[in-house]
């Protein structure tokens, strides 16, 4: 440990090389807290080593060369490369564990050369993908990565995390690319899943892998989940042994026994109500029951509220646990549950006790249930469903969801959710139409939206007018789109455009609305159609449509296009967050925002300008 500090001291001086200290540490190695020093050789030093592969012959200096004979020694090397490992990419330890054997460099040289994979191709998206949304296409290259993909996604992950408001463009595609590999990892899981027995589909994993491919960013894992559900259990458990020590729950483990007695069901139920409602507080969330949020299993372990279908899935997986079999019941418009009071396997409706769990707990006659709706239902509706019924509902209400959502354009929860709904339907037609119409109104994906019309074109002949219409603008859309010679550039210089006098970049603020934006695009007049422009009464205005206009990014997530009129410095310049940034932008100063290369192309002067305007207006304010 001495000799640690020693080597520590020394290398903060500007005399003492790296190098030269690990040619005197040469056989001191031994203890991880030797092996520290290490983390001063700079990464980029450390792998010219390593990817040497420790010979004398590849060009490195006689004290290089020292270096990697220290890092021969097996012993010094295996520390070495866990330490480098722990500390440069932190995430991967767990694929590992301590009884496994693991060669090091070979798992570093992998990590390493995905690292430069990954780079490759996020650099090249914004050349490739700037001016149209990334086709199916697009993520050919990933799918055929020759490194482990978990790797490829730590690099993603780490450009993510990336300090400061640099490198936003990087940002913004590696976000696609790792939605994109998660979600494809996502959707073979649940097939697998609705592939197993129907007594092996758990309805929390089903409902995890649903939170899972909604957000695909998020760090969700069913082991995490139900080690929530476990913690929950076991303040149950606490609460029942209170109420009965000898009770038949306490003794087994998880779902290991079932408990028959009805009297004993109840003390479960109650000690489950108690935790759950008295002590942990969960409810039901009547105040923002549309909430997407509500639907995530993770965010309701998170934030102990959600809907009807959402708290039921955690109530009855915890009561499985505790020995109690209940049922979900596809109750219209409220989720329930059923508790069996009669023989087991009863098809009487008036054999079972029905719980709300959004209603805490509660439980219900069959003539409650009907009060708690409004209206008289047929015995069908208080049948038992399966798992898949079951998701098939929660991924229906997200897509219920998703068609409310006004706000988000890119209508990114209603693809999610019909994504989810064709994996376990895929021959359902309307939601197949649903998604070509979706994909053609947002003006992506064309090649996908001829396979998925010719597909209901198989399944059902009499869709041959609606398929005709959309196959024919379809395909003008990608002839429309061969036509296309180039990007379009735009010169400040050009006498068309003097009267244009905002830039690329600036942060603005609309006078009318008041909402905060940047300027990522302008026309020297209004280039909108004649319907667009009676629609936003642009002839109101007292320059209307013969003016400039902007197109810019609002901090609503929205984009809009604004009169030159409309606009005026932002007194107050902040970060706009708007998902779409990084697409445009490379870098946010605190003032403004610097176009990407791509952008940049598009709009040769603006960035002189930007740079004058924000020096003419904010440094003068300062002053």
């Not at 090091?104 to 191709?121: P, T, V």
């Not at 995490?224 to 042994?241: E, P």
């Not at 010169?491 to 003097?498: G, L, T, V």
Request: aromatic share 10%; net charge neutral.
């Amino acid at each position: 440990m001495a000799l640690f500090f020693k080597m520590k001291l020394c290398i903060s001086s500007t005399n003492v090389k790296p190098v030269c200290i690990l040619q005197r540490s040469r056989g001191n190695l031994k203890s991880v807290q030797d092996i520290e020093i290490l983390k001063y050789l700079e990464y980029e030093l450390f792998e010219g080593f390593l990817l040497a592969g420790f010979r004398r012959s590849c060009g490195y200096s006689k004290q290089h060369c020292t270096v990697l004979e220290v890092l021969s020694d097996v012993e010094i090397l295996m520390n070495l490369f866990t330490y480098v490992l722990s500390c440069r990419w932190p995430s991967l330890l767990k694929y590992y564990s301590h009884t496994d054997s693991v060669s090091w460099l070979e798992e570093y040289k992998a990590r390493h050369n995905a690292g430069l994979e990954a780079q490759r191709i996020v650099a090249s998206f914004s050349k490739r993908f700037f001016s149209e949304h990334v086709p199916c296409d697009g993520f050919s290259d990933i799918e055929t990565l020759g490194c482990p993909s978990h790797f490829f996604e730590d690099e993603l992950m780490c450009i993510l995390n990336m300090e400061g408001r640099k490198g936003l463009t990087w940002k913004y595609y590696a976000k696609k690319i790792l939605y994109f590999l998660r979600q494809q990892n996502i959707l073979k899981n649940l097939k697998e899943y609705l592939q197993r027995p129907t007594d092996r589909q758990s309805f929390l994993e089903g409902a995890v892998l649903i939170d899972q491919y909604c957000n695909p960013l998020s760090d969700i894992c069913l082991k995490g989940v139900q080690a929530q559900v476990d913690d929950i259990t076991d303040k149950v458990r606490k609460v029942l042994r209170t109420k009965n020590p000898r009770h038949p729950s306490l003794a087994s483990k998880a779902g290991e026994v079932l408990v028959s007695e009805v009297e004993l069901q109840r003390q479960v139920l109650d000690a489950m109500n108690c935790v759950l409602y008295e002590q942990l507080k969960y409810k039901g969330n009547e105040l923002d029951y549309y909430n997407s949020l509500n639907s995530y299993i993770h965010q309701v372990l998170i934030r102990r509220t959600g809907i009807p279908i959402s708290l039921s899935v955690l109530y009855l997986t915890i009561a499985r646990q505790l020995g109690v079999r209940l049922e979900p019941v596809n109750f219209p418009s409220h989720f329930l549950l059923r508790w069996c009071q009669g023989k087991e396997g009863s098809t009487d409706i008036f054999d079972y006790t029905y719980i709300d769990a959004f209603g805490k707990g509660k439980q219900l006659t069959v003539k409650e249930c009907e009060y708690l709706i409004g209206h008289h239902v047929t015995e069908e509706f208080y049948g038992v469903v399966t798992s898949k019924e079951v998701l098939q509902r929660m991924v229906g209400n997200l897509l219920n969801l998703g068609k409310r959502e006004s706000t988000d354009q890119s209508y990114q929860l209603l693809r999610d959710s019909l994504d989810l709904y064709l994996a376990m339907y895929p021959d359902n037609v309307q939601h197949l139409m649903l998604q070509a119409r979706l994909y053609f109104h947002l003006g992506i994906w064309p090649e996908k939206v001829l396979d998925i019309l010719q597909h209901i074109q198989a399944l059902d002949p009499s869709q041959h007018g609606a398929v005709g219409y959309l196959v024919q603008h379809t395909l003008e859309h990608i002839e429309r789109r061969k036509e296309e010679v180039g990007p379009e550039v735009k010169h400040r210089s050009d006498e068309k455009h003097k009267e244009v006098c905002f830039s690329i970049g600036l942060i603005m603020k609309h006078k009318r609305y008041g909402y905060n934006c940047v300027i990522y695009g302008w026309d020297p007049a209004c280039m909108m159609g004649h319907e667009w422009i009676r629609n936003m009464n642009v002839h109101s205005l007292p320059h209307g449509p013969h003016q400039p206009f902007y197109n810019v990014l609002v901090e609503d997530g929205s984009c809009r296009y604004a009169a030159q009129e409309n606009l005026e410095y932002n007194s107050e310049p902040r970060e706009i967050p708007h998902p779409d940034i990084g697409r445009y932008f490379s870098e946010f100063t605190g003032i403004h925002y610097l176009a990407n290369t791509e952008l940049e192309i598009r709009y040769p002067e603006d960035l002189e300008l930007t740079r004058a305007t924000v020096q003419k207006i904010y440094s003068s304010g300062k002053e």
